[in-house]
Nanobody, 123 residues
Framework: QVQLVESGGGLVQAGVSLKLSCVDS????????MGWFRQAPGKEREFVAA????????NYADSVKGRFTISRDNAKNTVYLQMNSLKPEDTAVYYC????????????????WGQGTQVTVSS
């Protein structure tokens, strides 16, 4: 069973950095590829980044490439999203999710979800 809990969101100014964490309290974390999605008010949930089971391979949305970095620590059952040079358009609820492939970019391809953490970037 996968049980995901995100943390690290907040209200920040444009240009600063923020690091999100997502902890799995279950025992099967390393079996899954992990992804981050976000959803802004009135918009569909969109893919942000994903990482393979063994941390060797990553996948990013074009909108965050070069600014965001996904990583994971399987010993801590944790996946991270380092967000640099934040922009107001990054404002959204950020969700972590588990899938069987890091190449998956659609929400329906992910089996388990956290409750989300709010990130608000002011200009």
């Amino acid at each position: 069973q996968v049980q995901l809990v995100e943390s690290g969101g907040g209200l920040v100014q444009a240009g600063v950095s923020l690091k999100l964490s997502c902890v799995d309290s279950g025992t099967t974390f390393r079996r899954y590829a992990m992804g981050w999605f976000r959803q802004a008010p009135g918009k569909e949930r969109e893919f942000v980044a994903a990482i393979s089971r063994s941390q060797g391979r990553t996948n990013y949305a074009d909108s965050v490439k070069g600014r965001f970095t996904i990583s994971r620590d399987n010993a801590k059952n944790t996946v991270y999203l380092q967000m640099n040079s934040l922009k107001p358009e990054d404002t959204a609820v950020y969700y972590c999710a588990a899938s069987d492939s890091y190449s998956h970019t659609h929400p329906h391809e992910y089996d388990y979800w956290g409750q989300g953490t709010q990130v608000t970037v002011s200009s």
